[in-house]
């Protein structure tokens, strides 16, 4: 989630805007970074990604300057996203829970198998197992 706001000097938040879009996100704060009549003021402009910092733009900040990133969103380190997800735990239908004893190269094989789940990676491993007769 990129969260985008407006910060003044004793850390209060104003005009906070949330959005899963990356574009969306970028627009946005190229949009309050422009925002003339802000120039001077020890205002910030914060865009973050599942609350790491991505950029802060300081109003009171001449454009040569750190912290300045007017002219030049197009610069910003972007995060790879991550698909949107509902919290909390996937649910699995028609399936059981069980307690498993396994060492972690074979924990972390299962990861990589089912692409970050590794109950998925050990269902697809099993499924997969062909049994000799």
Same mark, same amino acid.
């Given at each position: 989630m990129f969260k985008i706001y407006l910060r003044d000097k004793s850390q209060q938040v104003h005009e906070?805007?949330?959005?899963e879009d990356r574009n969306e996100a970028a627009q946005f704060f190229e949009e309050m970074i422009s925002r003339t009549e802000l120039d001077g003021q020890l205002l910030a402009a914060v865009i973050t990604y599942n609350s790491q910092q991505i950029a802060y733009h300081r109003f009171d900040r001449l454009s040569d300057q750190s912290h300045n990133w007017r002219g030049r969103v197009d610069e910003i380190e972007w995060p790879e996203t991550e698909p949107a997800r509902k919290p909390g735990r996937p649910r699995v239908y028609? $399936? +059981?829970? =069980?307690?498993?004893?396994?060492?972690?190269?074979?924990?972390?094989?299962?990861?990589?198998?089912?692409?970050?789940?590794?109950?998925? $990676? +050990?269902? =697809?491993?099993?499924a997969e197992f062909v049994l000799e007769k």
């Open positions: 906070k805007h949330m959005t028609g $399936g +059981i829970r =069980k307690n498993i004893m396994i060492s972690q190269e074979l924990w972390d094989k299962a990861i990589q198998i089912g692409n970050g789940n590794a109950s998925a $990676g +050990i269902q =697809k491993a099993v």
